[in-house]
């Protein structure tokens, strides 16, 4: 690892999902492993689950809005991605996936992809039915990420989705999000 744990910092994206949930135990990992974590929700994360519960785990402000007023940060889309060693954006959704593929920046979190510098990696774990997984807009969306070294995906896993059927839409563990997450940061 480039520095140790307690001088790194990971920005936690979290989109609408009902994967969001799993995303606590991510902070937890992150947190009591030593790293700084903030946390932006999109507004559709917030329809999942609560911003305070991710400030409690993260012991730090959770980011909703591009245009709310924090007394630590100028201008919030820059002053996160200056602070962030890396971002993680688990569950990645359908929507925010192909937003950032296609640079559209209409909420807080796809501006802050937007202004991290050449060398900041961004690790997206997709979770989203296996429809919109095999959907081939999605996939070309996935192929142009992928095309630019900074990205990486972690495909999603096979099992039972949200709605009720079996197939490959999963977020993948979050075990093996966290390893994948410190690997890149070696």
């Known amino acids: 690892m480039k520095k140790n744990n307690k001088n790194l910092n990971i920005l936690l994206g ?40 991710f400030q409690e785990l993260s012991q730090n402000p959770v980011y909703l809005d591009m245009f709310s007023l924090m007394k630590e940060d100028n201008i ?15 569950p990645a959704s359908a929507n925010t996936l192909s937003k950032i593929a296609c640079g559209i920046c209409d909420n807080l979190l796809t501006t802050v992809v937007a202004a991290l ?36 995906i972690m495909p999603p896993e096979k099992g039972e989705l949200a709605c009720g059927l079996y197939g490959e839409g999963r977020m993948p563990e979050v075990k093996d999000i966290y390893s994948k997450t410190i690997s890149l940061l070696e």
């Not at 429809?131 to 990486?152: E, H, R, S, T």
């Open 14 to 53: 979290i989109t609408g999902g009902i994967a969001s949930y799993k995303s606590c135990e991510l902070v937890r990992l992150f947190v009591r492993s030593g790293f700084s974590v903030k946390v932006i929700m999109t507004e559709a994360a917030i329809k999942f689950i609560t911003p305070l519960v």
């Open 76 to 90: 919030q889309h820059i002053s996160l991605s200056q602070w962030t060693d890396m971002c993680l954006i688990a």
């Open 117 to 152: 510098g050449q060398s900041k990696k961004v690790l997206l774990a997709p979770a989203m039915n296996e429809n919109m997984w095999k959907n081939p807009i999605i996939g070309d969306n996935v192929k142009k990420l992928k095309a630019i070294k900074k990205y990486f």
